[in-house]
């Protein structure tokens, strides 16, 4: 019997009315809806999902999608700062899992640490000068003091947080971006250590927009702290004692955090320039990927890094895809997650590796 038979006597025998002309011989498995053109350069390009991560805006609101970490179990935490939706959790396939809020209307940076088996969350807010840790499903657990009533800050300094990064002990790191450009250094109890960086165009160990920090484990018998210096176009390492180090110039790119993942950083470029106009430019974003040396080795997006001399030249938007690329996560198949600022309410987009 061939098979067109086949399922009209399968049909029959079921009470189905379905003519067998109209049912097909197979039905072909859900596939990403993937562009045709292959983003990034090297041996890190992908294919761009644009609708990955998309939701009914009624029910779920975003204003902003900021930032994304992965858990454990491998669910992928995505931070807005819409204050009814603060926290919407997805699968790698797109699937919203489950979402909770803070009513945060400002939620910013998003931190995921683990404390001896149990994962927490950081979230900052910079506009309420808040830093929260939460557990997974949002019970807050901790929040850090106004920097003034610790004696970090005067009462009149700006206090903005954008970001925080957690040691290898547990002390926690706070990037006031948006306020007076100092990371402050506390311990895992809260209790104020130090601050270092500042507010200086000149000076390399300060920062203009010191808009995210994270913890570099690469080489294992010396972490070291990665904090980004937007307005600067650069990223610089401190000792964890908020020592300087040294600077990663990155021209052309007004960058967000820094994310490491195995041997490599991953950021957002969250404002770009374009050719005779060196200032900052709207809706040029793109992401930066670099190597365990701190070279860039691909920019999906945006133009393919280049270096004369061991100079690494311009890099501007190469194809008009994303408007600010505010963070990246990377998930265990190296597939990334683009999560977006003042983008339309678009939620983040999924590229595959290639």
Not at 171 to 181: C, F, K, L, M, R
Not at 217 to 233: E, F, G, H, V
Not at 261 to 290: R, W
Request: hydrophobic share 35%; net charge neutral.
């Amino acid at each position: 019997m061939d098979r067109r038979k086949f399922l009209g006597k399968t049909l029959s025998a079921g009470g189905a009315t379905l003519a067998a002309s109209s049912v097909p011989f197979y039905i072909m498995p859900a596939k990403a809806r993937l562009g045709k053109v292959i983003l990034g350069h090297g041996d890190f390009k992908y294919r761009l999902e644009k609708e990955w991560g998309d939701l009914n805006p009624e029910k779920y609101p975003v204003n902003n999608c900021h930032e994304m970490v992965m858990d454990r179990q491998g669910r992928l935490f995505m931070l807005t700062d819409h204050p009814k939706n603060n926290i919407l959790v997805y699968d790698t396939s797109g699937k919203l899992l489950d979402h909770w809020t803070l009513n945060l209307p400002g939620a910013h940076g998003l931190t995921l640490h683990d404390e001896g088996g149990e994962e927490f969350l950081y979230i900052t807010d910079p506009g309420l000068g808040r830093v929260i840790k939460s557990s997974l499903d949002g019970k807050i657990t901790m929040e850090l003091d106004h920097p003034s009533k610790v004696g970090a800050y005067d009462e009149k300094s700006a206090y903005r947080p954008t970001e925080t990064a957690i040691g290898p002990n547990g002390d926690i790191y706070v990037a006031d971006g948006y306020g007076s450009q100092f990371i402050l250094h506390y311990d895992t109890k809260g209790k104020f250590i130090r601050k270092f960086g500042g507010d200086s165009f000149l000076q390399e160990s300060k920062f203009k927009q010191a808009h995210g920090v994270a913890l570099d484990t690469r080489d294992s018998n010396n972490p070291t702290l990665i904090c980004s210096a937007r307005i600067k176009n650069s990223f610089k390492r401190f000792s964890l004692d908020g020592e300087y180090l040294e600077t990663f110039y990155m021209p052309g790119l007004f960058i967000s955090r820094p994310v490491l993942d195995g041997e490599n950083i991953y950021s957002g470029v969250c404002f770009g320039m374009q050719e005779g106009n060196y200032n900052m430019q709207l809706n040029k974003g793109f992401v930066t990927i670099l190597d365990k040396d701190n070279k860039v080795i691909s920019n999906p997006g945006g133009t393919e890094p280049i270096y004369e001399n061991g100079k690494l030249q311009l890099m501007l938007q190469d194809q008009p895809i994303f408007k600010h690329c505010h963070d990246v996560c990377v998930d265990r198949d190296k597939n990334l997650y683009v999560c977006q600022w003042n983008a339309g309410g678009v939620y983040p987009y999924k590229l595959h590796r290639v």
